[in-house]
Nanobody, 122 residues
């Protein structure tokens, strides 16, 4: 499984961004996918997870602002990020796990994309 994250950029507080994660995977719809982020000097932290059937979960810090979705026909996952603030600044990674359950720990994911930078200025 290969994952490619894209859509990052430099935005201002209150702006929105949509990240995409495209996968080359034979059984994409069976994978649980996740978004994580890592700021300099910090550990990688969970952002959101979505199962093949569309069940989703979020970190408390992004709940109500971020929305995860997927298009299995396009083998793509999205993260719509609204009301961005400087605390959201990080490199965002997408990941895939061979399970049909929601997962929130990095160690539970088997495959990782290369990351896309999101910078929110105040």
């Amino acid at each position: 499984v290969q994952l490619q994250a894209s859509g990052g950029g430099l935005v201002q507080t209150g702006d929105s961004l949509r990240l995409s994660c495209t996968a080359s995977a034979r059984f994409f719809s069976t994978l649980t996918l996740g978004w994580f982020r890592q700021a300099p000097g910090s550990e990688r932290e969970f952002v959101s997870s979505i199962t093949g059937s569309g069940a989703s979960s979020y970190a408390d810090s992004v709940k109500g602002r971020f929305t995860v979705s997927r298009d299995n026909a396009k083998s793509t996952m999205y993260l719509q990020m609204n009301s961005l603030n400087p605390e959201d600044t990080a490199t965002y990674y997408c990941a895939a796990a061979q399970t049909n359950r929601l997962r929130s720990f990095p160690s539970m994911y088997h495959y990782w994309g290369q990351g896309t930078q999101v910078t929110v200025s105040s």
